[in-house]
């Protein structure tokens, strides 16, 4: 088998064939190739990022698809530098896992991977709690159909972003909102919504 991406920069064949692998989530076809390229990578001199000119789109297009966890530890392991990457809305891949409702375990290792990514501004000015709090709900229903795991997963997203960015919760954007208000708006569980005020509070009362 020879290298999927052994040219210099993949062609655009072979972007829109690992692309369209990501958005028809053929997860088993896509980790054969992308671990035959980490293996091959164990002997390159240089990361085999750095031969995927658009390897950031590619990490972006599967941070928005719920992969499994196996198949992101794979294209982070082959793509390390997107986690600092931003697309042109300003959006890094925790921008876009928060907004296209990502597991928590995916929204634990994007974090891990780029701890400052939760102070990360889009270009609206949007944190990415306050994409988390407007969008997650609307957005988990083609990965978690039960309103009950939805409330759980955003519940857990939602404690890791604050404990990565406790103030981000005070923060506004460019439409003076915080993410309360975005919670409020997208008819989020109000136990979520008194959880969040009740965190602001106790926040504010310490600074």
């Keep these: 088998m020879r290298s999927f991406l052994s040219n210099k920069e993949t062609s655009t064949s072979q972007k829109r064939i690992l692309s369209n692998l990501v958005i028809k989530r053929e997860w088993s076809k896509l980790q054969k190739i992308v671990s035959y390229e980490n293996s091959l990578a164990k002997d390159s001199v240089s990361s085999i990022s750095t031969k995927c000119c658009q390897s950031q789109d590619l990490f972006l297009l599967a941070c928005g ?17 997107a986690v600092y990457k931003p697309n ?16 928590p375990a995916i929204i634990q ?9 939760v102070l990360q501004q889009d270009k609206f000015g949007m944190l990415p709690i306050h994409i988390a709090c407007r969008c997650y709900y609307e ?14 997963a955003l519940r857990q997203i939602i404690t890791d972003l604050l404990e990565a960015g406790p103030t ?16 409020i708006e997208s008819d989020t569980h109000i136990e979520i919504i008194n959880g969040l005020r009740d965190f602001s509070k106790n926040l504010q009362s310490h600074l």
């Design 168 to 183: 981000t919760i005070l923060e506004v954007d460019c439409n003076k909102k915080c993410p309360i208000e975005y919670a």
């Design 88 to 103: 042109c809305d300003g959006k890094l891949p925790l921008h876009v896992a928060c907004e296209f409702g990502a597991s």
């Design 139 to 152: 957005n988990t229903s083609p990965w978690i159909p039960e309103d009950i795991q939805a409330y759980n």
């Design 65 to 81: 698809s719920n992969p499994p966890t196996d198949i992101f530890d794979s294209l982070l392991k082959m793509f390390p530098s």
């Design 109 to 117: 290792k994007l974090l891990k991977a780029n701890k400052n990514a």
